[in-house]
């Protein structure tokens, strides 16, 4: 929208330097009378009529007019350069975006395999505890590494999430 407006006033900056032709025209009709008659059918009236043109050319403006539309082209160039530039920063956004929920995504597949890993250790554990082969020390630690990987489990669910919002966002539109 900047970058059109911008190209108006440029051009409205050079329709400053076109001649303008004016032209009116006037039409009435007039009644004397020495009394009040004006609705009897009698009345004499007077049409009258004017019609005028006026056209300007302008020829001189000590440099006023050229340095307005030079102004207006340079405020055009910057909103194209802005254009240009928010252009290039919402294609950054949304490859940053897509690019973050990949990533998570991919965060989430691997947390999902050492959470199912953790949870077969902790069994072995568990059961070699329950024998009298293990010690409690060691089930103790498979269980503490199980809690830990359900955490970042859950962590990576949430960033899957936060990610696909943020993408959404940038996009302006809802992914399925």
Do not use: C
């Not at 900056?13 to 009394?35: C, D, M, Q, V, W």
């Not at 340079?74 to 949304?94: D, G, P, S």
């Amino acid at each position: 929208n900047d970058k059109v407006s911008k190209e108006l006033l440029v051009d409205l900056e050079r329709s400053k330097a076109l001649p303008t032709l004016n032209a009116f025209l006037n039409g009435a009709y007039i009644g004397n009378n020495e009394a009040f008659q004006f609705t009897t059918r009698h009345q004499n009236w007077i049409g009258t009529a004017a019609f005028g043109a006026t056209l300007h050319i302008p020829i001189f403006s000590s440099g006023m007019r050229s340095a307005s539309t030079q102004r207006a082209r340079i405020n055009l160039e910057k909103a194209e350069a802005n254009l240009i530039e928010t252009e290039q920063q919402l294609r950054l956004e949304i490859a940053s975006a897509k690019s973050d929920y990949e990533l998570a995504i991919e965060e989430y597949s691997n947390k999902k395999e050492n959470l199912n890993l953790a949870e077969r250790i902790e069994s072995k554990n568990q059961t070699k505890f329950f024998e009298g082969v293990g010690s409690s020390f060691e089930l103790r630690q498979a269980q503490t590494q199980l809690y830990a990987a359900q955490q970042e489990f859950l962590q990576a669910m949430l960033n899957v999430i936060n990610a696909k919002a943020e993408l959404e966002t940038v996009l302006n539109q809802p992914t399925y």
